[in-house]
């Protein structure tokens, strides 16, 4: 079974940094372009990262460049997005999805409050 797990999300307060993972299981994740996501309460899912699938290409979207970066181990099939100067407007369930095989993760909080 195909599988994204989130994990890292937590409650910080602005101009924090968080760290979160996504471990991938039961399919080829090295084959893969992955993305991640995120969804505010009231909002519409929205496009944070996307990488292809070596690690080369990495777009991000406007509201988070330059603070956020999203890499990957292919050895260890695990997918990451370094938030950094994070702000109010941060706060979202945060998830991975592998476009491609429309496979979803179940997605991870983070919290940005003083």
């Known amino acids: 079974q195909a599988l994204l797990v989130e ?4 409650l910080v307060q602005p101009g924090d940094s968080l760290r979160l993972s996504c471990a991938a299981s039961g399919f080829n994740f090295a084959a893969y372009a992955i993305r991640w996501y995120r969804q505010a309460p009231g ?3 929205e496009l944070v990262a996307h990488i292809d699938s070596v690690g080369v290409r990495r777009d ?8 956020f970066t ?9 997918l990451y997005l370094q938030m950094n100067n994070l702000k109010p407007e941060d706060t979202a369930v945060y998830y991975c ?7 979803w993760g ?3 909080q983070v919290t940005v409050s003083s």
């Not at 999203?70 to 695990?78: A, C, G, P, V, Y």
């Open 7 to 10: 994990s890292g999300g937590g």
């Open 43 to 45: 909002k519409e899912r």
């Open 60 to 67: 991000y979207g406007d509201s988070v460049k330059g603070r």
């Open 70 to 78: 999203m890499s990957r181990d292919n050895r260890k099939s695990t």
């Open 97 to 103: 999805n592998a476009p491609l095989i429309n496979l």
């Open 106 to 108: 179940q997605g991870t």
